[in-house]
Structures are given as C-alpha cells and as structure tokens.
C-alpha cells in the first residue's frame, strides 16, 4: 500500500519552510503594489484597455523572457539568480515609489515599471520553482508545490484588501513602498542559504544551445506539450477576471479601492481553499477531469462577475474562481516537475510559463478591447464561453496523462570509452552505430521499442537519427546518430534517467547476440588536408 504524504510534510526541511515563510512577506507585497497599479492606472487613465495593460504589462514579460531564464536557472546558481532577480526588483520598486510620490507618472510610465517589475519575476520564477526540487525529496513535490501555492494566495486572501485600505488612505506611492520593503526579508533568507550544489564535471552550457535543449525536450514530449496547451488556454481565458476586476468593481457593483481590495482578498480565501483540496481531489479525480473542472468552475466565475451587480455575490463567486484557479496551475506545474528530469526541469518550467503567462498576457489585452467596446459585463462572460470551450479540449486529442512517478533521476550508467585519438571536447561531428542481432519473431516488438528509442535519442540531444536493416543477413540492424561534438555526446549519455534506462534495457533483451549491442564510436572524417584530423596519441603532428 502506498503511503499516504502529508501535505504539510515539506515544512518538516528547514530551508524550505524558511523560503516559505519569507515569500509570504514578498508575496503580500507584490499583491499591495498590484492594487495600487491597477488603481492609480484608472485614476490617471479613462481607458478600459490601459487598465488591463497593467496586468499585461506584468505577464508579457514572464513570456518574453522565461525560456532565457530557464536556461540561466538550469546553468547557473539557482540562489544567486534568485538574489539577482530580488534585488532587481527592489530598486526598480524603489524608483516606481519615488516616482508616484512625486506625482510624475504618466500611464505609459506606469506600465515601464510594471514591466521592469515583470523583467525581475521572469528571471526568478524558473529558479524559484527549479529550486523547490533543491529543497525537498521528489516524493514531497507535489505538496510543496501546493504549499507555495496556498502561501501566495494566503496572503492574496488578505493583502489586496489591505493594498486596497493602503491606497485609500496614503495613496498608490505608499503601497508602492510596502512592496520594496517586502523583498528584504527574502534576501535575507536567500543570502544564508547554501544549498548543497552537485559536482558537475561537464563545462557549462551557453545559452543559446540550453534554450534550444530546452526547446527540443519539450517538443519531444508530447505529454509536456498538452499542458503547455492547456496552460495556454487557460491563462488567455481566466486572465479575464483579474484583469478587468479594477472596472467590475467600479462599474459594476459600484466601489471604490477598498471594495477593488475585497474582491481580490475573495478571490484569495477561495484560491486557499482550492490549495487544501487539491490534494483530495486528485485521488477521487483524473487530471485530465480536475482540468475540466478547473475550466467550467471558472466559467461560473466569469459569468456572474460579469452579471452581477451585488458586491456579496461578485465575492462569492470570486471565491469560487479562486479554488479553480489554484487548482489548474498547481496541477500543470506537478505534472512539468514531475515529468521532467532535473538537468532541463528550469527549462521546461520556463516554457510552460511562456505559454500560461503568454495566454494572459494576450488575454489581458483582448478583454480590454472587448471591454472598450462591449462593456466588461459582456467581455466576461465572453470569456466565460472559451472557458468552456476550453473544458472541451480534452474531449479530443489533448487529454491531459495521469501523473505518474517516474524515477528521473540521472542512471550515472555511462563512462567514457578509453580513446586511440586524442580528442577535444570541441571535436566532432562524432558519429555513433550501434549493432543489434533479433530474431525474426522479434522484429516487431524491436521495432516498437526503437521507436521509443528515437524519441529519447533526438529528446536528449541526438541528430539524423536512423535505423536500418542488413539485407544480407536481416537479423543484423544498426542504429545510427551523430552528434556535434563528444562533449555533446558525453553530455548526452549523462541525461539518460532511470525511468529511459527500461527501454534500454528491453532493447539488450531481444539482443540476441553471444556478445553485448557492439558499439562503434567515430568522428566524421573531412576531406581536406590532415592537419586538421585528431592524432592518434603519442604521434608528432609534423605539420606544425
């Protein structure tokens, strides 16, 4: 029988419970300067659109710059890009303080600081997240994911309601200046940490070939495409009510900041509750259905935000949204965490953030538009629709997997073979022909497992991939790749995980040759002249 993991079982790691703790205080203040963004925004502006600028002017960024980050989170020091990306924040908090207070803020000046406010949380969300599997074991992921997710909307439960007073008696500029107070206390954390760092012998990654591993692992994994899809469609329809929540309150049921704050906190408190049975939930539903009721329970939301003109019944449904919300994103971030190994797992968050926060980011600005023309009654429950359409999806060809737990961990089974050539690391194309022997009544399981094989192959790096058949002798086949260089190749065999070693090893099953698959290793050979040829070692290069 499986034991059952508590779910406050990752504040039993002290770093951990530590980071937690200090993301509430950054968390609250982020909240208070979103408030007082989005409420100065409609202070100083008439249009509909710029005040759902500004959460766009908050997501684009997250998509615009998560793949270069999760590069930057799977290459370097995760704790120091965090403290990079803090620090950045806080001056540029700092700036948009003193500029509010001093009254010279233009909405297009506004939104300059929001991005750059953006810039900062793109560079840390993918070491953040990376970082939680820094933290705690694999087997506690799935409920430190969910904790984080109740911290932030714990105190997005209280804090916009508070942002809302703040802004309602001092002024945009104080909340501004609550929220750079808030990122000193997890600098602080952050700069005693010392995360115990593995070895890596392997020099590190430029950026340009991690972005394209990152790129190449995902489009190679077709489960992690379908919650990139569904995160997308997600984030673009849901966006609808956080965005235009400042012109709800306002236009529709009749407040002001305060009531604006209100909401926000209901849509918190729903979001906590959302966290403490997601959990539950994922044991009595499938994925794919918690998605579909994720969807269809913020549509409910949409469509009596946009119809109600009763402060109490906003709430309510607010609250509702809030559940459903918490519930969809935790659910595609655990299935990204636990899908991916941890060489790309920054990268493969880093997309799946481009998707969700490029679906609010573009959704952001079409209801603002829609809102412009058609009023934000009916731009919601527009949105409404989609979200239906959205619960459909899985109807079709996108249905969402099952989680499962697949030991990722890297199989450290590969050693470099001893080398007649000296070689660089630079050196290459290496070309790599494996030869197998099976029998004629294996032919077919052979084939469906190399097929697998050529998925995991091109995942982890492999190029013109083939596999071919010897016509004199049709129990002989030979599987063919190159790669650029041999510390690619190296880098390549030591991305192999526990879980793609079983297709591995069902292949030297069927193997039946008297002697192991013979592997033969080889670098393409120019045709010009030897001086740039590798020498065998120990051999005088009479040419230089």
């Keep these: 029988m499986t034991e059952r993991i508590s779910p406050l079982a990752p504040f039993r790691h002290d770093i951990f419970r530590y980071v937690w703790v200090a993301s509430l205080a950054s968390n609250f203040g982020s909240l208070i300067q979103g408030v007082g963004a989005a409420w100065m925004m409609t202070a100083i502006s008439d249009s509909a659109n710029m005040v759902a600028l500004v959460q766009a002017s908050t997501a684009l960024p997250i998509m615009l710059l998560s793949l270069p980050s999760g590069a930057i989170a799977d290459s370097f020091d995760r704790r120091r890009v965090m403290l990079v990306a803090q620090s950045f924040m806080l001056v540029t908090s700092v700036a948009l303080t003193v500029a509010a207070y001093l009254g010279l803020l233009t909405p297009w000046g506004l939104l300059t600081f929001t991005f750059l406010i953006g810039c900062g949380t793109a560079l840390n969300n993918p070491s953040w997240q990376a970082s939680v599997g820094d933290m705690v074991p694999r087997t506690d992921l799935p409920a430190a994911v969910a904790l984080n997710s109740m911290g932030f909307n714990l105190t997005r439960s209280v804090g916009p309601a508070i942002g809302g007073a703040i802004v309602a008696a001092a002024g945009a500029a104080a909340a501004f200046a609550v929220n750079a107070l808030s990122y000193l206390v997890l600098l602080f954390v952050l700069g005693r940490w010392k995360p115990a760092i593995p070895p890596n012998a392997l020099p590190r990654e430029a950026i340009g070939p991690a972005m394209a591993a990152g790129l190449r692992y995902i489009a190679m994994s077709p489960n992690i495409e379908k919650v990139l899809l569904r995160g997308f469609v997600f984030g673009f329809t849901a966006i609808s009510v956080l965005a235009l929540l400042p012109l709800v309150a306002r236009d529709l049921v009749g407040g002001g900041p305060l009531l604006y704050g209100i909401l926000l906190g209901a849509f918190g408190v729903g979001a906590v509750g959302g966290a403490l049975v997601s959990s539950r939930l994922r044991q009595v539903l499938s994925t794919e259905w918690c998605v579909r009721v994720a969807f269809i329970g913020f549509a409910v939301c949409a469509a009596t935000a946009g119809l109600s003109t009763y402060p109490w019944l906003t709430a309510a449904a607010l609250a509702i949204g809030g559940a459903n919300w918490v519930i969809a994103l935790s659910l595609f971030n655990v299935t990204v965490q636990l899908s991916t190994p941890r060489w790309v797992v920054g990268r493969a968050l880093s997309l799946y953030q481009t998707a969700t926060f490029g679906g609010m980011a573009l959704g952001s600005w079409i209801w603002g538009v829609a809102a412009d023309e058609y009023g934000p009654g009916n731009a919601l429950l527009a949105s409404a629709a989609l979200m239906i359409a959205g619960a459909a999806l899985g109807l079709w060809r996108f ?4 989680q499962t737990s697949l030991n990722l961990d ?131 290069d009479l040419h230089h």
Excluded: C
């Excluded at 249905?399 to 099952?402: G, M, Q, R, V």
């Design 399 to 402: 249905t969402l997997p099952d």
């Design 410 to 540: 890297p199989l450290n089974r590969f050693k470099e073979p001893p080398l007649a050539l000296d070689l660089q690391p630079r050196s290459g194309p290496i070309v790599i022909m494996i030869e197998y022997i099976i029998k004629d009544e294996d032919t077919a399981e052979f084939l469906e497992v190399m097929t697998e094989r050529r998925r995991i192959r091109r995942r982890d790096g492999a190029r013109q991939w083939t596999l071919a058949r010897d016509l004199e002798n049709p129990e002989s086949w030979m599987e063919t790749y190159h790669t650029p260089t041999w510390l690619e190749y190296v880098r390549h065999n030591r991305r192999m995980t526990h879980a793609d070693a079983i297709v591995t090893d069902r292949i030297r099953r069927l193997h039946s040759g008297a002697e192991p698959p013979r592997v033969h290793r080889m670098i393409e050979r120019p045709t010009i002249r030897s001086a740039v040829l590798p020498q065998p070692k120990n051999m005088i």
